[in-house]
Structures are given as C-alpha cells and as structure tokens.
C-alpha cells in the first residue's frame, strides 16, 4: 500500500445565493467546483497557503501525535497527506496541540508553522513557531513566542503596509471570564523573537460575538486589510460559532467591523462554521474553515470545508452561506494490509506507539496503560454510519492480554487524562466487548471462543455516529456472531473532538499484538 492517503470527490457546481439576512451581494461567478468537506473528518483550525501552482494545508491535532498532519493539493478540493510537521512532542510543550497557521517567506524560500500548545513549565497556552525549507517538512522547533497570563493562542502572520512581519494572535481571556483582545507584535525575519510593544486590533464586543472572538486570519485586498475572525461556542452539540469581517486600511488599525455580522452562519449542511484562512485562487479569495456536518453533530468532528468569498456593492468580503455536503463516503474507504505504514495512523501525544509493518501484517507493542485501554493507532472517521473489521491472529492465551478494534473519543484537554473507548476484542480464547469513561472500565461482554481458527475477525457497525454493535467471527469460514447490539456510545466523545477509529494492544510491556487486515466501509 503507497503511504500516502489519497482522497479524491466528485465534483458538483455550487449555486451562489445569500441566505444569511446580510445585504445582498453582487452576483458574482460561481469560481471553483468545490465538493465539501474537502477534507473530511475531524480537521479543525484548517490553514492554507500557496507556494507555486500548490496548496498546503494543516489543522488542529489536539491530543493525537504526530502532529499538525500537512496535506498538499493543486486545486483546493482534492487533497494528499505527505507527512506532520513534529514526529516527536516539542520539548517544552505537553499537550493541547492548537491552531497550527502556515506562512511562506518568498525570500528566505522557507516555511513557518506558528502553533498554540501548553507549557510544561507554566502550565500557560502559548504561541510557538517551527520552520522548515519546505512545506513537507523536516520542521524544527523554535519554541513559544508568546504565552500571557491568560494564555495566548492562535497565531496569524501578515506583513504590514511597509513591510514589517507582524504576528497576530489571541489572548484566551474567556477562559478566565475575561474579554478576549486581538493582539498584533512586530516579529523579527527569523521569526525567534517580538519586537517592541502589542498593539490591540479589537476585541469581542458585539452581542453575537458572545464571550469571545479568535481564530483571526488577515489577507490584502483593494487597498484593506480584511479580517475573517470567528465567535461564540465554537464545540460540542451546543455550539454556537459563526465567523465576521472587519476591515482596516492600515493593519494596526483603526479596524471596522461589518455591520452586518456575522457573514457566516449555520445552513442546512453546516453548523457552527469558523476559524479558517482565506487563500487566493486565480482572481478570487476562498475561505477554508471547520465546521460540524449538521446530520453528523460532534461525531464526526470539525470537518474542513471550503466556500467562496463574495463581494458586495461596498467592498466587504461576505459569503453566499450555501457549502453543502456533497462528498460521497464510499469514496474515502479505506483498507490497510500493513505492508508499510500509512501516515493517517496516529497514536496518543503521552503514548507514542511502538510497531512493526510487513507482509504479516501489523506487530503492535501492547501496553498495561492504567486507563485499560493500552497502546493505540486511530485515525478519524469521515462517516456517521460505517462499518470497521479487523483480521486478529490470537498470539497467546493470557485473557488479560489482546487486541482489539476500538472507538476512541479521545482525552480530554488535561495532560495524561483518562481517555473513553469502546471496542471489542481477541483475549486468549474470549471475546470481550469494553467500555472505559476515566475510572469507569467495564466488560460489557465475555464470550467464549472455540480456538482453533488461526484469524479471528472482528466487526464494529456504526450507525448514526454513535449506534455501535459488535460482531465476531472465527477462520474465514465462520457464521459471524454478535457480541453487542445497538450500544449508546455518545458519551464517549468529549469536548466536540469526533471520535477515532483503530486498533488497542493491551498486556504486559513487551507484548505484541497482530493484526492482518484493517478496513473502514462508510455508508
């Protein structure tokens, strides 16, 4: 198997129309196909820049490793990963893998990745920045730039109207009941230091912009700065999060903002839609963000999804509201005989995995984790109704130790937090169906196997997200049998993140699993 992820949609011609009570825009050609999401599953934060004819992308990671997956593209719609900016953990940084922005210096002909995570030392969120020679990669770390009391997140870099390179960032104020201002601070060109003092852009103090504005990014156009910034609640089923527009002649200000905010809301297909970049495309400016499948909610997570900017009669930048979902599941299945390694597998950021790939299959070093679960590799779903199997060769006969197929919700925000799962498993000569929230493990079921089939396969039928029923059955041959029918696994998915779909080894250090065969069907 190449290792690469290749994903490849069909194409439909979006109609423009304003639905979102603004002023109308003028009428404007349709520009791209586009077919959304563009990049399906959890992918929040998205960023995008252009070098050359490509596009590069990368997006939130929050508690998964590696980090900051980079995706490349030609056109904006279709999209491969090649590689993650970090294979390792930054050294000062624990947990909370943020908002990752990319920026390209012409001159230098080098990259940088600015990105938020939390401080070991201060506990504190805080702005870091990484480079490279190419968008690719290999990135190396420069630490954090800045981390106020409050914590500092999502940065944003954008050349002032002499040439100076200025971060911009937001300080998290509403973590702390306090208002949230938009800061931007000269960065020297090597992008190690601030110079002189912030200045303040703006700050959330509008009704719909609720506790907080974030997630700013800043592009150039007749003579404006234009600012796409987001507000409200930005996670979970209660979510409330739409995106503005301000605007500037000079970048420090003094900004206006549109007063017919916010220019993107909720549709049919989309909820709670914000925190993106705006990239060029030939004349025309596009805006990659996340938002929530509506028929999905937070199952699946933040997907990123691309909508063309419009303009209106007074030059500000709006957006007909009409992304819909038009990506057909079937065509990101995916199948994974473990002959090389694939870089959709990911693992938690306190738990690097340990494993070896060939013509077996996958060896996966089990671990004795005291969440119950043991090692991990997941990788996001794309579907609320799906279907994942697994080929388990049975290794030993310790019923303590096994692999299973799982459905992972993910830590929650504080470093080494117990996860939530689900998922059914090989253990010695039983079947075991578990269920862990934190401290609460249980075995939901516990069947007997009659072990004498060298392949056990495993079966976990998702529907609507959350609907989960488990299924085995023995040799290739065998009747498949249900272990657990129609469990409630919501739950399970913290914080909005979607939940992931893998494989967990547990035993004791040293133990390893093998798994021959992996395969996600989406319906």
């Not at 007063?259 to 297909?269: A, I």
């Amino acid at each position: 198997m190449k290792n690469t992820v290749r994903i490849c949609l069909a194409i439909l011609l979006p109609i423009v129309y304003n639905c979102t009570g603004n002023r109308p825009a003028d009428r404007q050609p349709a520009g791209l196909a586009i077919v959304n999401p563009v990049l399906p599953g959890d992918h929040p934060d998205p960023t995008v820049i252009k070098i050359g004819d490509t596009y590069w992308a990368s997006a939130t990671s929050n508690e998964w490793a590696p980090l900051f997956p980079i995706y490349k593209s030609t056109d904006l719609i279709n999209w491969e990963q090649v590689s993650y900016a970090f294979a390792d953990l930054p050294l000062w940084a624990r947990n909370n893998f943020w908002a990752p922005e990319l920026a390209y210096d012409e001159e230098q002909g080098k990259v940088y990745l600015y990105y938020t995570a939390r401080d070991k030392s201060t506990g504190r969120l805080a702005v870091a920045v990484a480079s490279a020679p190419a968008p690719e990669g290999p990135y190396t770390d420069h630490g954090p730039l800045v981390s106020q009391e409050l914590g500092s997140i999502d940065a944003y870099e954008v050349k002032d109207e002499d040439g100076k390179i200025y971060l911009l960032w937001k300080e998290d104020g509403n973590s702390k009941g306090q208002p949230t201002p938009m800061w931007a601070q000269e960065i020297n060109p090597e992008r190690t230091e601030l110079r002189g003092e912030p200045h303040q852009l703006f700050a959330n103090d509008s009704e719909w912009e609720g506790r907080l504005v974030e997630g700013i990014s800043v592009f150039r156009h007749n003579d404006y700065y234009y600012a796409t910034y987001s507000a409200g609640a930005c996670c979970e089923v209660t979510c409330n999060y739409k995106t503005g527009v301000a605007r500037a002649k000079h970048l420090l200000g003094p900004w206006e903002k549109y007063e017919h905010n916010p220019v993107l809301v909720d549709n049919e297909h989309w909820k709670c839609a914000g925190h993106g970049t705006v990239v060029a495309h030939g004349d025309d400016f596009y805006y990659l963000y996340h938002a929530y499948n509506q028929a999905g909610s937070v199952y699946v997570g933040r997907e990123g999804v691309l909508e063309k900017i419009n303009w209106t009669a007074d030059g500000w930048p709006v957006f007909a509201n009409d992304a819909a979902y038009d990506r057909d599941a079937e065509s990101i299945n995916y199948t994974d005989d473990f002959r090389t390694m694939s870089p959709v597998w990911r693992w938690r950021v306190n738990q690097p995995a340990e494993y070896r790939v060939g013509d077996e299959g996958i060896f996966l070093t089990a671990s004795a984790a005291n969440d119950g679960i043991g090692s991990l590799l997941v990788q996001p779903i794309t579907s609320i109704d799906y279907e994942v199997t697994a080929d388990v060769v049975p290794r030993t006969t310790n019923e303590q130790a096994g692999a299973s197929i799982a459905m992972i919700g993910g830590a929650d925000n504080r470093f080494g937090a117990p996860i939530a799962g689900i998922g059914v498993g090989v253990f010695g000569k039983k079947v075991k169906v578990w269920r862990i929230k934190k401290d609460d493990i249980q075995h939901l079921q516990e069947l007997d196997l009659a072990g004498t089939e060298e392949t056990i396969a495993l079966r976990m039928a998702v529907a609507d997200g959350h609907v989960v029923t488990f299924s085995w059955k023995e040799g290739e041959h065998g009747a498949w049998k249900t272990a657990l029918e129609g469990y409630d696994a919501a739950p399970l998915v913290p914080w909005g993140m979607g939940f992931r779909v893998g494989i967990a080894a547990r035993g004791n250090g040293g133990d390893q699993v093998n798994i021959r065969r992996f395969e996600i069907k989406n319906e």
